[in-house]
């Protein structure tokens, strides 16, 4: 189970990195060390409301990268990157993080540290990814 667990985080972070790389919009050079995660996801929030979604995503990847050792910071920055991904049409990106949400809510832990609305949320973008892909085939 913890191979699997590495693995799907070496994944997601490649998915990640490969979507950061070949995005069209320039993120920050530099984002603020003293941000908490609620105000790097407001940042992330707001680009994605302007469809800047370099920047979006370098916000999320940021709260991430600072505050992933806090599993509510983690899952909510984790929906909010896997969701500028569903938005961009990068829906394998998208369903891998969504998919990892819904197995973090497996833990007996997650239930005392992270809002269910996360799992919601992501078998509800789920649902429409596995929509689109059934049309296009």
Do not use: W
């Amino acid at each position: 189970m913890k191979n699997t667990s590495n693995y799907k985080l070496l994944l997601t972070l490649a998915l990640i990195f490969s979507g950061l790389f070949f995005s069209c919009q320039t993120a920050p050079k530099e984002i603020s060390q003293d941000l908490t995660c609620a105000q790097l996801i407001q940042r992330g929030q707001d680009a994605l409301a302007n469809e800047q979604y370099k920047v979006a995503d370098a916000y999320y990847v940021a709260a991430i990268d600072r505050y992933g050792a806090d599993l509510k910071c983690y899952v909510e920055a984790k929906y909010e990157l896997a969701h500028s991904f569903y938005k961009q049409k990068k829906y394998q990106m998208a369903k891998t993080i969504f998919n990892e949400i819904v197995d973090i809510f497996d833990s007996p832990d997650s239930v005392y540290k992270v809002q269910p609305k996360y799992k919601k949320l992501a078998l509800i973008e789920l649902a429409k990814i596995e929509e689109i892909e059934s049309k296009q085939k």
